[in-house]
């Protein structure tokens, strides 16, 4: 008796395309839900706004300076008027020094924290020129005053530290 062959695919031999595509959505929603839970970001944040921070003070710096430039404030000490408050300077840069007394006395006003408007309210503390994280002592940007050597005068500089944040 003559055998009668089947041609139709009736015997699957693996998984169709609509099957791999279903697993792998499903796989992929699965991956989004539970990976935050173990992905802890905080870190990379935190170092974020300490750039953040850094960019801020930089910009503080340079719109000091150019003041200063246009006064003719680039002495040992002197200061500017921005916004109506008074900025002390070191040699043509904004002060390292805390909240001083912004009366206008030469080289009393206010540091360059008050500058880039540093709320106490934030997550960033300054304390003797060093901006840093909240709860952290190694993510911090680290302001230096101007200073000068015979005739040449070093700007004032910040230098970013997020090994820790």
């Not at 169709?16 to 279903?22: A, G």
């Not at 500017?80 to 390292?96: H, I, K, M, Q």
């Not at 540093?118 to 994280?133: M, Q, R």
Request: aromatic share 6%; charged share 10%; glycine share 12%.
């Amino acid at each position: 008796m003559k055998k009668l062959t089947n041609n139709s695919f009736s015997k699957q031999t693996g998984f169709t395309l609509i099957e791999l595509v279903v697993v792998i959505v499903i796989l992929g929603i699965l991956a989004a839900t539970a990976a935050p839970k173990f992905i802890d970001l905080t870190g990379d944040a935190r170092g974020a706004v300490i750039k953040g921070v850094q960019g801020s003070v930089n910009s503080a710096i340079n719109m000091a300076h150019a003041k200063a430039l246009v006064s003719n404030q680039t002495g040992a000490t002197g200061e500017v008027t921005v916004n109506g408050e008074v900025f002390a300077l070191v040699y043509g840069y904004p002060t390292a020094a805390g909240a001083g007394t912004p009366a206008g006395t030469a080289g009393n006003g206010w540091g360059v924290n008050k500058l880039i408007d540093l709320d106490d309210g934030t997550a960033i503390t300054y304390a003797a020129g060093v901006f840093s994280h909240s709860g952290t002592t190694a993510c911090k940007v680290t302001y230096t005053n101007a200073s000068k050597t015979g005739a040449v005068v070093t700007p004032a500089k910040t230098a970013l530290d997020v090994t820790s944040c």
